[in-house]
């Protein structure tokens, strides 16, 4: 089973690259299969990992960055991959 796990964050006013910077020094390990970074309006930071594990797998997860580099708590969600038919 694929799963995904979704990290998403608002760097506090003007912070936006230090919060890109921040998140692309974090390490995972294991490292997962796949991952991705974003980046979008409002200083927003969004990292994607994926894993070749069950839906309730205990795995790595991104730390949440410093407090007074973010606007507010860190948002997570985790997905399952899914077959279209």
Do not use: C, K, N
């Amino acid at each position: 089973m694929t799963v995904a796990l979704m990290w998403e964050a608002r760097a506090a006013d003007g912070r936006g690259a230090e919060l890109l910077a921040w998140v692309r020094r974090q390490d995972l390990a294991p490292a997962p299969l796949r991952r991705e970074t974003f980046r979008a309006p409002q200083d927003r930071v969004l990292v994607i990992t994926w894993w070749d594990a069950p839906y309730d797998a205990a795995l790595p997860e991104l730390p949440d960055p410093p407090a007074e580099s973010v606007t507010r708590a860190v948002h997570r969600w985790r997905f399952e991959a899914v077959t279209d038919h």
